[in-house]
């Protein structure tokens, strides 16, 4: 079973189904990557290139919360000492619409997006970055209304990596 100690918000369930499935990708592009829970288990599952796309700034409409962190820590610092040794990443360190511009469409095998949760920003995610997927556009925190609003408008309706868990997932 894969795990790891790395401060953030993605349960054990959802850690398990991206490192399983990136076993399946040659290539995987992460959107918002934070401390780097998520992408330690792209990076560990996937043998080629993931892309952890972050301005490492915190999303505006969660500063005074669950991204207040940005105003006391450099969270691109502790990005990079969690998962900066592995080989595999590339780090795009801008706003993800700016770097959905640097890839082609049908180019990465799997997208995964958990940026911005205001259903503007996951809308303009989605856009964004799903011509860009070859295999799998997927997302985190379904259970969020207004992203679950976001993903059925622009995908249609998704399945799930298990009942209970909070990754939305569109085959292609």
């Not at 796309?53 to 990079?80: C, P, Q, W």
Request: aromatic share 10%; net charge neutral.
């Amino acid at each position: 079973m894969y795990t790891n100690s790395i401060k953030g918000w993605m349960r054990q369930n959802d850690l398990q189904w991206l490192y399983e499935t990136a076993k399946e990708m040659d290539n995987i592009v992460e959107i918002g990557s934070w401390e780097g829970r998520s992408t330690h288990a792209l990076l560990s599952g996937c043998c080629g290139e993931v892309s952890a796309v972050d301005h490492f700034l915190g999303s505006k409409s969660e500063l005074m919360s669950s991204h207040k962190a940005t105003t006391t820590r450099d969270i691109y610092n502790e990005f990079l000492e969690n998962v900066g040794s592995f080989k595999n990443l590339k780090i795009y360190r801008k706003d993800s619409l700016e770097a959905s511009k640097e890839f082609k469409d049908n180019s990465v095998d799997m997208v995964f997006i958990d940026g911005g949760h205001m259903y503007e920003e996951v809308v303009a995610d989605i856009n964004a970055w799903a011509p860009k997927a070859r295999k799998i556009i997927c997302g985190h925190d379904y259970p969020l209304k207004r992203v679950r609003r976001a993903v059925r408008d622009t995908l249609g309706e998704p399945i799930r990596n298990n009942k209970d868990g909070n990754i939305w997932i569109i085959k292609k």
